[in-house]
C-alpha cells in the first residue's frame, strides 16, 4: 500500500520505515520521537512516527528531510505532505506510515501521543 517511485521495491516490514523516519528525525535533532503501532487500531496506516522541532524552522527542514530521505533510501513519495508553509504540524502520509512533525506548542496542544496512548508505543529519542 505504499506509495512507491517507478521501478522500486518496497520494503516488506512497515516497522522498518518507521524507524528509519524516526532516525532520519533524529538525524535533524528532532526530539521526542515516538512510534505509535497503529496496527490493528485503524485500517488506514500501520505506524504513526511523531517527532518535535524547536521551532517553524526546524520543523520544515525535519520534514522536508524525511520526504527526501524516504523517497531517496527507499523509494517512497508521500501521498500528501500538509501544513509545511505555516510549520507548526507538519504530516507526511506515506499510507503505511504517517510522520508528524509538530513545534512544541502544537504537540503539546494536540497531545496525539496521549491520544493514541493505548497502542503499543516505543520511544526513539526524548527531548
Known sequence: MLCLEQGT??????TVLAEQAGAIGAD????????????????YTDWFVVMSGSNTRQVQAIAEEVALRMKREHGLIPLRTEGMKEGTWVLIDFLDIVVHVFAPESRELYRLDELWGQ?????VAEG
Open 9 to 14: 521495491e518496497p520494503l516488506s516490514d512497515t
Open 28 to 43: 535533524k535533532l528532532a526530539t521526542d520521537i515516538v512510534l505509535l503501532d497503529m496496527r490493528g487500531v485503524v485500517a
Open 119 to 123: 497502542v503499543p508505543h516505543t520511544l
